[in-house]
């Protein structure tokens, strides 16, 4: 019975990373209501699949996520924003 090496495989990415801290943009810029009428600003928050980008992705706090998310959900309805890629 033979015994096989194994080779260590090299390191495809550094260790350690830094990462920026992600802020909420409507906190930051004080902003009460997000207007579903305002698609170029919605559109920031979409995927390139068309879904709602996660919070720990975009960066917002729960309370503007959850406004975010009912703001898409009208564009959508009201023929605004596309639902999917066709």
């Given at each position: 019975?033979?015994?096989?090496?194994?080779?260590?495989?090299?390191?495809?990415?550094?260790?350690?990373?830094?990462?920026?801290?992600?802020y909420c943009h409507f906190c930051h810029?004080?902003?009460?209501?997000?207007?579903?009428?305002?698609?170029?600003?919605?559109?920031?928050?979409?995927?390139?699949?068309?879904?709602?980008?996660?919070?720990?992705?975009?960066g917002n706090c729960a309370k503007h996520q959850r406004m975010v998310a009912?703001?898409?959900?009208?564009?959508?309805?009201?023929?605004?924003?596309?639902?999917?890629?066709?």
């Amino acid at each position: 019975m033979a015994f096989k090496s194994f080779k260590k495989k090299p390191a495809t990415f550094p260790r350690y990373t830094v990462t920026t801290k992600k802020y909420c943009h409507f906190c930051h810029e004080k902003i009460d209501y997000i207007d579903y009428k305002n698609v170029k600003t919605l559109s920031k928050y979409l995927s390139r699949y068309m879904k709602i980008e996660p919070r720990r992705r975009s960066g917002n706090c729960a309370k503007h996520q959850r406004m975010v998310a009912s703001a898409l959900k009208r564009a959508r309805h009201m023929a605004l924003m596309p639902f999917t890629l066709h």
